[in-house]
């Protein structure tokens, strides 16, 4: 088997479009409290050589012994690392009395990333979802990759083979994930390139006013081949606007983005209409207002062959999108994009009226959970959205639309594809 070493990726925000809390760095105080608690000399000396894969074992007390053996079964083969509550004596990490795995990943260095990690512990821990890495279990659960191998041998030689492989769970290819466009360029490239994603660019403000041709045609480069989506930018931005100023500021650089959209390779582009409730109280004028201003510039999409889906944001229900695309017209290319996380936290009409509304015309779908109270986008199954409703609605349609995950941070990616394969099972498609 040839061997493909995975990329050492600083942990950023995935997606820019919305809240999310500060990243974690090895400078932090977690990355501080991490480093201080490698209690083994040899894992000092990883941070300077590194020259085989990382694997993190996670025990318990009861455990230890089993993954010590495990440990010397893998030997100079992979940098292993126990990770262990408080109070397990003889662990390389002391996790604290409540071990989160996600603010362990956030918070080591680059060089300790897991390539594969074992499950030793009775009782798995927080965050194990969040690792972007095989993950095997002595008892498995839904979001785990498959069992542990009885015997410590058996199970080294599976954990290393793993370890070499490029980690692609079921739903990876079959989704889009939202990327900015100025991520990409700046410290996601490798990510891009040792990973088959399809992704949704986000094309915004800070993109098209601070990248030039150099960085578009990089950009080019490492999206040739993908399934590409593109997200149009939206802060500050309304098309529909009385004020002529707003509304020809809001087409000029909704028309950039589309051109660039269309010269990146996207097939369908995704944009919010800019409606706040609070304003917009006269919805026939702002539909009116919307196709005039944007009218030519969908005509110009579909004549180029991208389709263009409206998403809800802090509309109140789907109304405000029907009229919309009533007046921009039905036709093929034309349609919605339901953000379910949107319809959540900012809607006020149900998550099954929203569908209501806009199933005859679905182009894509945004997959992010909250528990209602704010647009958190965490990843599905980790707030309240109705998943399973989501599903059987989704078996009733005649054709599927885009499925795009929007994680704000890395380790949200993984638990989002974990979280899709828990509520949804195998990918539409699948045999």
């Given at each position: 088997m040839s061997r493909m070493l995975l990329p050492r990726m600083i942990l950023l925000p995935l997606c820019s479009f919305g809240y999310h809390k500060p990243l974690l760095n090895p400078g932090s105080a977690q990355g501080a409290f991490f480093l201080t608690g490698l209690k083994n000399r040899r894992n000092r000396i990883w941070l300077e050589t590194m020259p085989e894969p990382v694997i993190w074992i996670m025990t318990d007390a009861a455990a230890l012994n089993q993954a010590k053996e495990l440990r010397d079964r893998l030997g100079q083969k992979a940098n292993s690392l126990i990770l262990a509550p408080q109070g397990v004596a003889g662990a390389d990490l002391n996790l604290g009395p409540a071990p989160d795995l996600l603010l362990a990943l956030t918070g080591c260095p680059l060089e300790l990333r897991p390539r594969a990690c074992a499950l030793m512990a009775q009782k798995p821990p927080k965050g194990l979802d969040c690792l972007p890495c095989?993950?095997?279990?002595?008892?498995?659960?839904?979001?785990?990759?498959?069992?542990?191998?009885?015997?410590?041998?058996?199970?080294?030689?599976?954990?290393?083979?793993?370890?070499?492989?490029?980690?692609?769970?079921?739903?990876?290819?079959?989704?889009?994930?939202?990327?900015?466009?100025?991520?990409?360029?700046?410290?996601?490239?490798?990510?891009?390139?040792?990973?088959?994603?399809?992704?949704?660019?986000?094309?915004?403000?800070?993109?098209?006013?601070?990248?030039?041709?150099?960085?578009?045609?990089?950009?080019?480069?490492?999206?040739?081949?993908?399934?590409?989506?593109?997200?149009?930018?939206?802060?500050?931005?309304?098309?529909?606007?009385?004020?002529?100023?707003?509304?020809?500021?809001?087409?000029?650089?909704?028309?950039?983005?589309?051109?660039?959209?269309?010269?990146?390779?996207?097939?369908?582009?995704?944009?919010?209409?800019?409606?706040?409730?609070?304003?917009?109280?006269?919805?026939?004028?702002?539909?009116?207002?919307?196709?005039?201003?944007?009218?030519?510039?969908?005509?110009?999409?579909?004549?180029?062959?991208?389709?263009?889906?409206?998403?809800?944001?802090?509309?109140?229900?789907?109304?405000?999108?029907?009229?919309?695309?009533?007046?921009?017209?039905?036709?093929?290319?034309?349609?919605?994009?339901?953000?379910?996380?949107?319809?959540?936290?900012?809607?006020?009409?149900?998550?099954?009226?929203?569908?209501?509304?806009?199933?005859?015309?679905?182009?894509?779908?945004?997959?992010?959970?909250?528990?209602?109270?704010d647009d958190r986008h965490l990843p599905p199954g980790w707030g309240k959205a109705d998943w399973p409703g989501l599903r059987s609605r989704l078996d009733a349609q005649e054709k599927l639309p885009v499925l795009t995950l929007e994680p704000h941070q890395e380790p949200y990616l993984w638990a989002s594809l974990r979280g899709l394969l828990k509520l949804w099972g195998d990918p539409f498609g699948s045999d």
């Open positions: 095989p993950v095997l279990g002595n008892n498995e659960s839904a979001f785990l990759e498959g069992g542990l191998p009885p015997d410590p041998g058996q199970a080294a030689l599976l954990l290393l083979e793993l370890s070499h492989q490029v980690f692609t769970p079921p739903w990876l290819e079959k989704v889009q994930v939202n990327l900015p466009l100025t991520y990409l360029l700046n410290g996601y490239g490798e990510l891009v390139k040792n990973y088959p994603l399809n992704l949704e660019i986000g094309i915004d403000a800070g993109a098209l006013d601070g990248l030039g041709r150099a960085e578009l045609d990089l950009a080019k480069e490492l999206l040739a081949g993908r399934k590409l989506t593109a997200h149009l930018p939206f802060k500050d931005l309304v098309p529909a606007s009385n004020d002529p100023l707003i509304s020809r500021a809001a087409r000029e650089r909704l028309a950039k983005a589309m051109d660039w959209a269309y010269e990146l390779g996207a097939f369908q582009m995704v944009m919010h209409l800019g409606y706040d409730w609070r304003i917009h109280r006269d919805l026939d004028e702002f539909a009116d207002n919307f196709r005039d201003n944007l009218g030519p510039l969908a005509d110009k999409a579909l004549d180029r062959g991208l389709s263009l889906a409206l998403e809800n944001t802090f509309e109140p229900g789907p109304q405000v999108l029907e009229a919309v695309l009533e007046r921009l017209g039905k036709g093929p290319g034309l349609g919605f994009c339901l953000d379910v996380g949107h319809a959540m936290s900012f809607g006020r009409a149900s998550l099954a009226e929203w569908w209501q509304g806009l199933k005859g015309h679905l182009l894509e779908m945004h997959l992010h959970d909250n528990l209602g109270d």
